[in-house]
């Protein structure tokens, strides 16, 4: 396993991570349990800073649907970044955690109308307008509150970035934004325009998640502005935030080659100053989105090894006290993750075994063939990279309680959510009086009780 961050092998042999013994936070926290490495978040948030908001001038606001707690809206308030939040519930953490509204993003294609209603009492920096239903319901809103929403357009571009599939976007066949080549851009920023209790201050795009290649983005950005010179002849209209996504991709496993957050920078901001020189417009302020690449690699999650199924001949199943509940990325999409024995970790890999984990799903395999040292009933496996879409996408399937998330940092962990508990599992189970049993008394969940 390729280590990040803070991780190193501790005196006692145990992977380390932000100076915490990983098999003492299993013992003390419990597994399964994510581990988030705040120096590496930082560092991540920094990188990202300084090349585009030092360099260029440009705004990088986070991802939030990647990772989101209170303490991570923090995290991101201090570094200085923005945040794209996509629903109700995650700008709700944001104000709960007292994020600076004004630099918040609220994205999302089917946004409801109390979304709409709760963002611009909220005060939001921008709304990220996904089609003309939603203009036209932000208009409404807007003008019985008395407000002017500032809004970006979401366009497609028209790009087919090399992803998978299920994480591709900018494609004319998607769900998201409206399309610039048959037209329906035009149509949205004339109506924009028109409207009263809108003011359209920029366009955005995103083609996909997980893009390794930079050209991919010097395209989509280009693209946008040919879109906005356009506008410009059509409307007079003057673009001045250009908002190209997020996506940048990461090292999960052997392979993955990502650029460097830097390189990025210059071809995404070139890309625009360019395409603003040739076309005569003058050079929009640039926004970023990255979620994966900032809080991704700044994630290991711990689990405990229970069951292990050797069959001769074909392969040995090493069964861990997670899987797709708390990672549902390789069930999903057929990710690779690298992994480690953090109790042997300075040990030679001796076999090579599968990870499964305790869903009742046969697709419930976290990796597939990983050279590990003897692997162990009670050894610490930390799976690498689980910073990104791990938590976020955590489901209760098969009742399985969510786990516990701590924040590591010069040896001390903090517990940053809470692991459910069985209790949190039946919370919100309501029993019809109807079916509760004869006697009340003996019914524990009845609600006369
Ligand atoms: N901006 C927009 C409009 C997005 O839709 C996304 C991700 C981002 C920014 C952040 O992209 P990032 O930098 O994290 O790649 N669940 C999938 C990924 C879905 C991506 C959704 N949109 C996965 O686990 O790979």
């Known amino acids: 396993m390729r280590f990040h961050g803070t991780m190193t092998v501790n005196s006692r042999g145990h992977l380390e991570i932000g100076g915490c013994d990983a098999v003492e936070l299993a013992a003390n926290f419990g597994t399964p349990l994510y581990v988030l490495d705040e120096e590496l978040f930082r560092q991540n948030c920094r990188e990202y800073y300084q090349a585009f908001c030092q360099k260029y001038g440009a705004e990088v606001i986070y ?38 509204m004004e630099r918040v993003y609220f994205h999302g294609n089917n946004k409801s109308r109390e979304e709409l209603q709760l963002a611009l009492e909220a005060r939001v920096g921008r709304i990220v307008v996904d089609n003309l239903y939603e203009l036209e319901m932000l208009e409404r809103l807007a003008a019985a509150m008395g407000a002017r929403a500032r809004v970006i357009l979401r366009l497609t571009p028209g790009i087919e970035a090399h992803t998978h599939e299920y994480i591709k976007t900018g494609q004319i066949d998607s769900k998201f934004g409206l399309v610039i080549e048959n037209g329906q851009a035009l149509e949205g920023v004339k109506r924009a325009l028109e409207l009263d209790h809108i003011e359209l201050c920029g366009l955005h795009c995103h083609i996909g998640s997980q893009i390794f290649e930079l050209e991919s983005y010097a395209h989509a950005a280009r693209v946008m502005m040919e879109f906005a010179a356009l506008a410009a002849r059509e409307t007079g209209w003057v673009l001045e935030e250009l908002d190209l996504g997020g996506g940048l991709g990461i090292y999960y496993a052997a392979g993955d080659q990502p650029p460097s957050v ?70 999903l999409y057929r990710a690779r993750y690298e992994a480690c024995l953090a109790n042997k970790a300075s040990a030679p890999p001796e076999e090579v075994v599968s990870i499964a984990g305790k869903c009742c799903e046969s697709g419930d395999m976290l990796i597939w063939d990983i050279a590990l040292p003897r692997v162990e009933p009670g050894d610490i496996l930390a799976v690498s990279c689980t910073g990104a879409y791990n938590y976020s996408m955590s489901m209760n399937y098969n009742r399985l309680p969510r786990p516990a998330m701590v924040l590591v940092r010069k040896g001390r962990a903090e517990l940053i959510l809470k692991r459910e508990t069985y209790e949190d599992i039946v919370r919100n189970d309501v029993m019809p009086e109807r079916l509760c049993k004869k006697h009340p008394a003996e019914d524990p969940v009845c609600a006369v009780n």
């Open 63 to 100: 991802a939030a649907k990647t990772l989101l707690t209170t303490a991570i809206c923090r995290l991101v308030e201090e570094e200085g970044l923005g945040m794209d939040v996509v629903s109700g519930g995650e700008l709700y953490t944001a104000l709960k955690a007292g994020f600076p």
């Open 262 to 331: 830097a390189e990025y920078a210059d071809v995404v901001v070139g890309a625009v100053r360019e395409s603003a020189l040739a076309l005569g417009l003058p050079v929009p302020r640039v926004i970023v989105e990255p979620g994966r690449s900032i809080s991704g690699p700044a994630g290991t999650t711990l689990y405990t090894v229970g069951a292990v199924k050797n069959i001769p001949g074909v392969r040995k199943y090493v069964a861990v006290d997670g899987g797709m509940g708390d990672n549902p990325r390789p069930a």
